[in-house]
């Protein structure tokens, strides 16, 4: 499925930047793992089943041979669990940061291998010695014999299990790399920021912004000239509708009413030319002065 947003965002200050997902986009694509296998959530997911097989292993074992609380049981059977399992995993972990060269703790890596080793030992020792348990009368048939190896070799199974997939998994220096890379990617992005923020400024020319101010303020007194224009010719069209009504009473003659359009006109035409040429200080004050009596004139009417 394509993407369909935009690469670029603008932000609050106008200036154009790439979103962090996106910048960051290819760089997460190298890294990705070739397999769903190697993905985090599914790693996980292989490391709890391996526990929680060996969870109902440990659990048979000590409800056999345990007559403690049920309380002591369960802290039986996670203290047998987390050593045969979770020690295991992180064996892997620190197996693999020594094989990266991220890590010369070749030390602790054989206390956490003899942990798992050993709860191992344990748990064949005393399966082997609870072989007449299983049945009523205390004989060792073959199936009780075949039970029994079948509790011995799956948890060592699934520590080694765990063990492997700690190791494969966990990758330390290719999480670095991307997180390196990542930084680079944030650097070089700032970096282009920077330059097209000296550009703009290399590019500054004072010259060039006064005359576009002065541009506008043409522009804008010519709006207000075409608002008077447009005000005058409201108050002409409705003197004209209340002069052309025989039966109403003004105080405004019509040739007074010429008189003072003529005045408008003039002083417009004036403010006009003023503008179109070099705009001087006093243009401004007569400007607003002119709308001033244009407004005042149109409410008068």
């Known amino acids: 499925m394509t993407d369909k947003n935009f690469s670029l965002k603008m932000n609050q200050n106008g200036e154009l930047m790439q979103s962090q ?72 972990i620190l197996a693999k940061r020594i094989k990266q060269g991220l890590s010369k703790d070749k030390l602790n890596l054989v206390l956490l291998l003899s942990v798992p080793v050993f709860a191992l030992i344990i748990n064949g020792i005393l399966r082997v010695a609870t072989m007449s348990l299983s049945s009523a ?57 920077l330059e097209a923020i000296k550009k703009e400024c290399d590019s500054f020319n004072p010259e060039q912004i006064i005359e576009m101010d002065r541009q506008h303020l043409v522009n804008a007194k010519k709006a207000l000239i075409n608002d008077a224009l447009i ?8 003197l004209m509708e209340y002069l052309g009504n025989p039966t109403s009473t003004n105080v405004l003659s019509n040739s007074h009413c010429n008189d003072i359009f003529n005045r408008l006109n003039r002083e417009l035409q004036s403010l006009e030319t003023a503008c179109i040429g070099e705009a001087i200080p006093s243009s401004t004050i007569e400007e607003a002065n002119t709308r001033k009596r244009v407004v005042n004139f149109s409410e008068a009417v």
Not at 152 to 179: A, E, H, W
Not at 182 to 187: G, Q, R, V
Not at 231 to 237: E, F, P, Q, T, Y
Request: hydrophobic fraction near 45%; charged fraction near 20%; charge should be negative.
């Open 21 to 92: 997902s996106h910048l960051h986009k290819l760089t997460k694509a190298k890294y990705k793992p070739d397999t769903p296998f190697l993905w985090g959530p599914v790693s996980y997911l292989l490391m709890l089943i391996c526990t929680t097989i060996d969870l109902s292993f440990f659990r048979s074992l000590f409800q056999r041979i345990s007559y403690d609380e049920p309380a002591m049981i369960l802290l039986e059977v996670s203290g047998m669990a987390f050593a045969a399992d979770i020690v295991a995993a992180f064996a892997g």
């Open 137 to 193: 009368d205390g004989t060792i048939d073959s199936a009780t014999i075949a039970l029994t190896i079948i509790s011995i070799v799956i948890p060592i199974c699934t520590s080694i299990g765990n063990f492997s997939i700690g190791c494969l998994t966990y990758d330390p220096l290719g999480q670095k790399m991307c997180r390196e890379e990542m930084a680079l990617d944030e650097i070089r992005d700032y970096i282009r920021r």
């Open 231 to 238: 005000l005058s010719a409201d108050a002409k069209i409705q």
